[in-house]
């Protein structure tokens, strides 16, 4: 079963590479974790230490290239001269 846009997360690692997958925090240290699922999405690859201040939650949606907008994504677009 493959996680939902919806439910995707994408963060910093401490190294500063953006890496994207599940969100989890450890309980007592207050570490932040990015999970990356293996292909069939029934177990993970990888627990990737992450910069908590960096967390972001996929929309859902995409912009006109088919790219997913996560939350703090900055975008631009045109306004039509006619637009009241």
């Given at each position: 079963m493959?996680?939902?846009d919806r439910y995707l997360f994408?963060?910093?690692?401490?190294?500063?590479?953006w890496v994207e997958g599940a969100f989890y925090i450890e309980p007592y240290t207050?570490?932040?974790y990015i999970i990356?699922?293996?292909?069939?999405g029934l177990g993970f690859n990888e627990?990737?230490?992450?910069?908590?201040e960096t967390v972001c939650q996929c929309?859902?949606?995409k912009d006109k290239n088919?790219?997913?907008?996560?939350e703090n994504d900055i975008l631009?677009?045109?306004?039509?001269?006619?637009f009241p």
């Open positions: 493959m996680m939902q994408k963060a910093k690692r401490i190294k500063g590479q207050d570490r932040c990356q699922w293996n292909s069939t627990f990737i230490e992450v910069d908590g929309t859902g949606l088919g790219k997913l907008i996560f631009s677009g045109h306004i039509d001269v006619e």
